[in-house]
């Protein structure tokens, strides 16, 4: 089994900047993928961006250009960069680890309110 810790969520400003953390309790070099989704109320669960092992990476047309998923092997941890924040990216967000077997976190809220 594998944890997943997500941290960093909050209230912030339109316009302003978030950088999320998801701390897993195994390598996250293991995972064929490592994933944020989001879920805000009454919404069903929707793909933010994914990081593949060797790096690759992909984004839902919302966030592209905003948002930066990166990792760090070393520390099993990885990181969603929000930059310019709208209200529309208010949502709980979720890390993913895609393997034999997919885990998820607990989640961390982010709110965009002015």
């Known amino acids: 089994q594998v944890q997943l810790v997500e941290s960093g969520g909050g209230l912030v400003q339109p316009g302003g900047s978030l950088r999320l953390s998801c701390a897993a309790s195994?390598?996250?070099?293991?995972?064929?993928?490592m994933g944020w989704f989001r879920q805000a109320p009454g919404k069903e669960r929707d793909l933010v961006a994914t990081?593949?092992?060797?790096?690759?990476?992909n984004y839902a047309d919302s966030v592209k250009g905003r948002f930066t998923i990166s990792k760090d092997n070393a520390k099993n941890t990885v990181y969603l960069q929000m930059n310019s924040l709208k209200p529309e990216d208010t949502a709980v967000y979720y890390c993913?680890?895609?393997?034999?077997?997919?885990?998820w976190g607990q989640g961390t809220q982010v709110t965009v309110s002015s």
């Open positions: 990081i593949t092992r060797g790096g690759s990476t």
């Open positions: 993913r680890y895609y393997g034999v077997y997919d885990y």
């Open positions: 195994t390598s996250i070099f293991s995972a064929n993928a």
